[in-house]
């Protein structure tokens, strides 16, 4: 069983920073794609980005630029380091490893696992 535990979010101004950290257990990260997801209130769960196992990393056009996607294989953690924050990137941040190793999807539903979540909130 997969479990995974996001961390970190909390309340920031805006251009403000904040790092998020999602540890898993029950998978070995560091074969999979690793995607996080967000959703605001009343919308739909949105792709951020995902890193790929050899580290290559694909973003959303809202975030590009602003956040970076890492990962500690030997922690089996990923982390969402976010900059230059904006209140529209206020919403609960998921994250959940790919179904396979050579391919990953924008859309939540090709996912099978999720924590909690963590919020972010930004005032502007």
């Known amino acids: 069983q997969v479990q995974l535990a996001e961390s970190g979010g909390g309340l920031v101004q805006a251009g403000g920073s904040l790092r998020l950290s999602c540890a898993a257990s029950?998978?070995?990260?560091?074969?999979?794609?690793v995607t996080w997801f967000r959703q605001a209130t009343g919308k739909e769960r949105e792709f951020v980005g995902t890193?790929?196992?050899?580290?290559?990393?694909y973003y959303a056009d809202s975030v590009k630029g602003r956040f970076t996607i890492s990962r500690d294989d030997a922690k089996n953690t990923v982390y969402l380091q976010m900059s230059s924050l904006k209140p529209e990137d206020t919403a609960v941040y998921y994250c959940?490893?790919?179904?396979?190793?050579?391919?990953?999807?924008?859309?939540?539903?090709?996912?099978?696992?999720w924590g909690q979540g963590t919020q972010v909130t930004v005032s502007s």
């Open positions: 959940t490893p790919s179904r396979n190793t050579y391919y990953y999807s924008r859309g939540p539903s090709d996912y099978d696992y």
């Open positions: 029950g998978r070995t990260f560091s074969r999979y794609f």
């Open positions: 890193i790929r196992g050899n580290g290559n990393t």
